[in-house]
C-alpha cells in the first residue's frame, strides 16, 4: 500500500481509562475529511479490534469501504490513523473473486461426497443406517452431532438422513441444545 501524506483523513489517541475501559482522548482531522463515524462511540470497538485477543495475533489494519484504519499501540493507548480508500480495492475484488472460487469448489466436494455416499451402491447401507437411527430415537432424543459421532457420518451426510426421515414423518425435531438440534423418532 503507498501512503501518501493526503490519504490521511483523521488521527485519534485511544486511552485506557481504567474506571470507564477505552474513551477517546483527542481527535484531528486533516483536509476537511468526511469521516461518518462518531470516534466517541467507536474508542472501544477500534481498541478491542486491535488490542484485544490473543497476545501475538493482532491486526495492523482494518479496511472498511468509505475508510481504512491503521493502528499502533503505545502502552495502553492506541494511536488510530484513518485513511481514505486506496486502489487495492481492485486486489480485495480479485481476492474476493478467489474466495468465491474456492467456496464453490468446497461445496461441490460436499455434495460429491454426499452423492458418493448415497448412490444406488451405498443405498442398502443408508437405508440401514435410516432403520437403526429410527429405532434408536424410538424412546429417547440425539443432537444431531451426536447422531453423526454415533453413525461416524460427515455433516452433510447426517442432515440428509434426518432431513429425508423427518419428510417421511418418521422422526421430528424437539428443540435444541446449544446449536444442535435434537431428535427423536415419531
Given at each position: ?6 490519504d490521511?483523513?483523521?488521527?485519534a489517541?485511544v486511552?485506557f481509562?481504567?474506571?470507564?475501559g ?8 486533516f483536509?476537511?475529511?468526511n ?22 495475533i493482532?491486526?495492523?489494519?482494518i479496511?472498511y469501504?468509505?475508510f481504512a484504519?491503521?493502528a499502533?499501540?503505545r ?7 484513518f485513511?481514505?480508500p486506496?486502489d487495492d480495492?481492485?486486489?480485495?475484488t480479485?481476492?474476493?473473486?478467489v474466495?468465491?472460487r474456492?467456496?464453490?469448489?468446497k ?6 461426497t454426499?452423492n458418493?455416499n ?11 443406517v ?9 424412546n ?8 453423526r459421532?454415533a453413525f461416524?457420518?460427515n455433516n452433510?451426510?447426517?442432515w ?6 423427518e419428510?417421511r414423518?418418521?422422526?421430528k ?8 438440534i ?5
Amino acid at each position: 500500500m503507498n501512503f501518501d501524506e493526503k490519504d490521511l483523513m483523521s488521527v485519534a489517541l485511544v486511552g485506557f481509562d481504567l474506571i470507564n475501559g477505552p474513551i477517546l482522548k483527542w481527535q484531528q482531522d486533516f483536509h476537511q475529511s468526511n469521516l461518518a463515524i462518531n470516534l466517541d462511540e467507536f474508542a472501544a470497538n477500534f481498541y478491542l479490534a486491535f488490542k484485544g485477543g490473543n497476545e501475538g495475533i493482532k491486526p495492523k489494519a482494518i479496511l472498511y469501504d468509505d475508510f481504512a484504519i491503521v493502528a499502533f499501540p503505545r502502552g495502553l493507548e492506541l494511536c488510530c490513523m484513518f485513511l481514505k480508500p486506496s486502489d487495492d480495492t481492485y486486489q480485495l475484488t480479485q481476492l474476493a473473486k478467489v474466495a468465491e472460487r474456492v467456496i464453490l469448489r468446497k461445496d461441490t466436494e460436499e455434495e460429491q461426497t454426499a452423492n458418493i455416499n448415497t448412490n444406488s451402491d451405498l443405498g442398502q447401507e443408508v437405508t440401514e443406517v435410516e432403520r437403526i437411527l429410527v429405532n434408536l430415537l424410538r424412546n429417547t432424543e440425539m443432537s444431531t452431532p451426536e447422531l453423526r459421532r454415533a453413525f461416524n457420518l460427515n455433516n452433510s451426510q447426517i442432515w440428509k438422513i434426518v432431513t429425508d426421515l423427518e419428510e417421511r414423518k418418521q422422526l421430528k425435531r424437539t428443540g435444541k441444545h446449544g446449536r444442535a438440534i435434537c431428535w427423536t423418532a415419531s
